[in-house]
C-alpha cells in the first residue's frame, strides 16, 4: 500500500475526490490517499509543492504556471476543472462602493502574494483598463480573513469563487458587485517533480479512477442535494453552478499554457516564457 498526499480547497469543486476515498476507490488499486483541505488556496498550495509537503495539489491554473517559473519544481498532470471560475468581486456590505469603477486605486484583499485572488486582481485591472503598477494589496489568509478585513477597512474589495462566497453575501457580510470569469479553464491537477519521476504507474491509477468519478458526477442520483447539504449552500446555487462546470478528464491544452503565460508576462508577473515540456507532465 503506498501512502500519497493531495491538497486542494474545501470546495465543491473537489467532492469527487472525497467520494472516491470514500468509497475506496483507491485502496483498490493499493493506494491510501490522504486528502488536507487547505482553506489558504494556491498560494499556500504553491508552497507546499516546493516544500515536498504534498504529493498532489488541486490548484488554479495561472497561480501553478507562475510558481513553475518561480522555480517550484512541479508539472501539471492533467486539468481537472475545463470551465473558468467565476470570481466574484466583493465589497464590505455596509460600504459605499456601488460599481467596479470606484474600486479603481483601491486596495484589494489576497490570501497571500501568488494566490488566485492576488493574480485574478491583476487580470481583472488590465481588462478593466487600471494601472496595475498602482495595485495595492492586504493579506488576509482565508475567506473569514477577508470577512473581517473588509469589515474593518484594512482592504476595500475581495476576489473570491462566487458560489463559496454566496452565503457571506447572502448573510450580509458581504455585497457582490460583479462577477469576473477567469479567461481559461480554472483548476489543473499538479504535482512534485520528485513524485511524478517515481510514481508514474501509481498516476496512472490515480487518473483512472478520478476521471471515472468525474466523468459520471453529474448524473449520480441527488448529487445537488448532497452538494448544498454538504457545503452549506441553496439547492438553487449548486443547481446553478452545475449548469455551468464541467470537469475534464484530459490534459490541458497546449494553446490554453501559451495563452496564461502570454497574460502574465504581459503584467509582469513572469519574465519569460517557458516550453510546454517544463510545465506539462
Given at each position: ?136 494589496f492586504e493579506v488576509i489568509n482565508n475567506l ?138
Amino acid at each position: 500500500m503506498k501512502t500519497i498526499k493531495i491538497i486542494g480547497v474545501p470546495e465543491h469543486f473537489n467532492l469527487p475526490w472525497h467520494l472516491a476515498i470514500e468509497e475506496g476507490a483507491f485502496l483498490e488499486r493499493g493506494i491510501n490517499l490522504e486528502w488536507t483541505d487547505i482553506p489558504e488556496g494556491t498560494g499556500k498550495m504553491c508552497q507546499m509543492l516546493e516544500s515536498n509537503d504534498t504529493d498532489l495539489a488541486i490548484i488554479l491554473t495561472e497561480g501553478i504556471i507562475k510558481s513553475i517559473h518561480e522555480g517550484n519544481p512541479c508539472k501539471i498532470v492533467q486539468e481537472y476543472i475545463g470551465t473558468p471560475l467565476q470570481w466574484g468581486i466583493h465589497v464590505d456590505a455596509k460600504s459605499t462602493y456601488t460599481s467596479i469603477k470606484e474600486l479603481q486605486n483601491t486596495k484589494a484583499a489576497i490570501s497571500r502574494y501568488g494566490s488566485g485572488s492576488h493574480l485574478m486582481a491583476y487580470i481583472h485591472a488590465q481588462q478593466k483598463g487600471w494601472d496595475t503598477g498602482k495595485l495595492k494589496f492586504e493579506v488576509i489568509n482565508n475567506l473569514n480573513g477577508a470577512i473581517e478585513g473588509l469589515a474593518n477597512g484594512k482592504a476595500d474589495y475581495f476576489m473570491w469563487e462566487h458560489f463559496t462566497t454566496k452565503p457571506h453575501v447572502d448573510n450580509q457580510s458581504f455585497r457582490r458587485l460583479d462577477d469576473f470569469p477567469t479567461p481559461w479553464p480554472c483548476f489543473v491537477i499538479a504535482g512534485t517533480k520528485k513524485f511524478l519521476e517515481a510514481n508514474n504507474n501509481l498516476i496512472t491509477h490515480i487518473l483512472e479512477v478520478i476521471n471515472t468519478y468525474t466523468s459520471e458526477f453529474k448524473s449520480i442520483p441527488s448529487i445537488d442535494r448532497t452538494l448544498s447539504n454538504k457545503y452549506e449552500q441553496k439547492l438553487e446555487d449548486i443547481q446553478e453552478w452545475l449548469s455551468i462546470t464541467s470537469w475534464s478528464q484530459n490534459q490541458i491544452k497546449i494553446a490554453t499554457v501559451i495563452k496564461v503565460q502570454e497574460s502574465l508576462k504581459t503584467l509582469n508577473l513572469i519574465q519569460s516564457k517557458l516550453t510546454t515540456e517544463d510545465i506539462l507532465y
